[in-house]
């Protein structure tokens, strides 16, 4: 039943959740994991998606060979492909969560120094967060080698403190998590570097101002895509025609990214885009040529397929693939495709729905 429905309506991301959720109950753990990643490969920006398969893999990672390697190593692949996603904070949130559950501070720092920088739903609080850990954390643990040696030089210049007093080394106990080990043996000695309290003031002070910058950076990426994301009112996938003003929306929206020029946000973008309008020809042409002229014809090619998915009865998809097919000197039986469509075309003209280029078949 999953299966079939869908293999029609692979953008319906709350049936791949029951799917998996009921294969994990009847204990089908493989297959529960399989349609997990089937579901992530049909919608890889549905955030609600990652966050149930994250939560799947952090059930199976104690008793799995590598479990938090191969967890976080989930982690960082949902990121790759959907951290991008303007209301991917959930996703960014989970990840800082669960490695500071692990006590990884180092790691949270680094996640942050990416997420400040990338325009996002909730980019206001994510600030506010990492300036609390900030003022929680010793810099040392939060931050490069390079940048905490790059303050020490600054603050050296700045405080009365002695500069053979402004870092004290000291030795800590640090889990290294390996299944198998025994509880004693988790535990390694560790070198590390502790500010002194009269400096620690300056070091978080120059922490948190190089961040600023990026945030002000940020708010004004976010800005400008702000008046775009207030008009989109449907950005689930669902049968019914959207409004006009919604398809001109997502064209400008589209057009707004491409002038920008940044291939990772244009991509995905257009992911979310074809969540909501994937029974839309146009956008899915619009996306094939322009990773045809970005990535290639053979990702242009499966642009063209997965879009033959979605809306299989549309005469102007099927004639842009041959014509696509045909640039490329692909000519068996693309011609004959072309002909036979063009002549449907013509004979259903009266059969186009709104939807621009949709048919109904017989």
């Given at each position: 039943?999953?299966?079939?429905f ?11 959740k ?15 994991l399989?349609?997990?990643e ?7 920006l549905?955030?609600d ?16 060979d590598r ?6 190593e ?13 209301h ?13 559950a692990?006590?990884?501070?180092h790691r949270?720092?680094e ?22 850990i ?7 643990d ?9 303050i ?15 870092i ?18 988790n535990?390694?000695?560790?070198l ?29 990426m976010?800005?400008?895509?702000l008046?775009f994301?207030e ?16 398809l001109?929306?997502w ?5 707004f990214?491409?002038v920008?020029?940044d ?16 029974l839309?020809?146009?956008?899915w042409t ?5 990773t ?34 045909e ?5 068996c ?29 017989i």
């Amino acid at each position: 039943m999953y299966d079939r429905f869908l293999n029609k309506y692979p953008y319906c991301y709350g049936f791949w959740k029951k799917y998996a959720d009921m294969e994990r109950r009847h204990q089908h753990f493989s297959d529960a994991l399989n349609v997990w990643e089937r579901g992530i490969s049909a919608i890889p920006l549905s955030i609600d998606l990652w966050l149930g398969f994250l939560s799947f893999m952090r059930e199976l990672a104690p008793q799995s060979d590598r479990g938090i390697e191969k967890l976080r190593e989930l982690y960082e692949r949902a990121l790759s492909i959907a951290g991008y996603e303007f209301h991917s904070d959930r996703l960014w949130q989970d990840y800082i969560a669960w490695e500071e559950a692990q006590g990884e501070w180092h790691r949270v720092g680094e996640i942050y120094d990416r997420l400040l920088r990338i325009p996002t739903a909730l980019y206001k609080s994510h600030m506010e967060r990492y300036e609390a850990i900030v003022n929680m954390c010793n810099p040392y643990d939060l931050i490069s080698e390079e940048e905490f040696n790059d303050i020490f030089d600054i603050v050296k210049r700045k405080c009365n403190v002695g500069v053979d007093q402004i870092i004290i080394n000291e030795t800590i106990s640090k889990s290294v998590g390996c299944a198998g080990v025994s509880e004693e043996s988790n535990f390694i000695p560790v070198l590390r570097k502790k500010v002194h309290p009269e400096v620690m003031p300056l070091f978080q002070a120059e922490i948190i101002s190089r961040r600023y910058r990026w945030h002000k950076d940020t708010e004004a990426m976010v800005a400008a895509r702000l008046p775009f994301e207030e008009q989109i009112k449907r950005p689930y996938f669902h049968v019914k025609p959207l409004e006009t003003e919604q398809l001109k929306n997502w064209r400008m929206y589209l057009d707004f990214e491409i002038v920008e020029g940044d291939e990772a946000r244009i991509a995905v973008l257009f992911e979310r885009c074809l969540i909501a309008c994937a029974l839309y020809d146009q956008f899915w042409t619009k996306f094939a040529r322009w990773t045809r002229k970005h990535r290639g014809s053979e990702e242009a090619r499966a642009v063209y397929r997965r879009a033959r998915q979605h809306i299989p009865g549309n005469v102007r998809l099927a004639l842009a693939y041959s014509a696509f097919e045909e640039s490329l000197g692909i000519t068996c039986g693309a011609g004959i495709k072309c002909d036979v469509l063009a002549s449907r075309y013509e004979l259903e003209q009266s059969r186009i729905c709104p939807r621009n280029g949709s048919v109904k078949v017989i």
